[in-house]
């Protein structure tokens, strides 16, 4: 008689088949988040793309960004650093913003007078578009124009 095919024990067999898909599934999570949880790097005046590349390829992680942000030179020296700390300093240097969507970084730049000016433009707008009879018009959008 199979052990597996027994009513008795057939919950055995499902309980090692969810501890396998259980190991199998959380494994690729554990390896992700070790990878990139320290940096080190040296690098002293170096563009800003050469200093991106070189954490991408340390965690992984892309960086998007345009050609206003390429300006910069940078002067880092970390020893198993968090990527935080990592892009703080940078921030510093550079005068960058980083926002983390999964595994893409975009870049942008820090505004000059810092939080409160981006702050003050970025208000939210509402309302409701009508027609010259007060109807509201369907699907209308606004659009802001800088």
Wanted: with cysteine.
């Amino acid at each position: 008689m199979n052990f597996l095919t027994n009513k008795k024990y057939r919950w055995a067999g499902y309980f090692i088949h969810f501890v396998f898909l259980a190991i199998l599934c959380l494994q690729p999570v554990t390896a992700q988040t070790n990878r990139s949880e320290k940096i080190t790097i040296q690098v002293q005046n170096q563009p800003v793309e050469k200093v991106f590349k070189e954490i991408s390829e340390k965690t992984g992680l892309k960086f998007f960004y345009g050609e206003t942000v390429l300006k910069a030179n940078l002067s880092l020296s970390f020893r198993d650093a968090s990527l935080s700390t990592v892009l703080a300093e940078i921030t510093r240097q550079a005068g960058l913003n980083f926002e983390r969507t999964d595994n893409t970084i975009s870049v942008s730049k820090k505004a000059v007078g810092g939080e409160a000016s981006a702050s003050r433009s970025l208000r939210p707008v509402s309302g409701v578009i009508v027609d010259e009879n007060g109807e509201p018009v369907i699907g209308a959008n606004i659009v802001v124009k800088k």
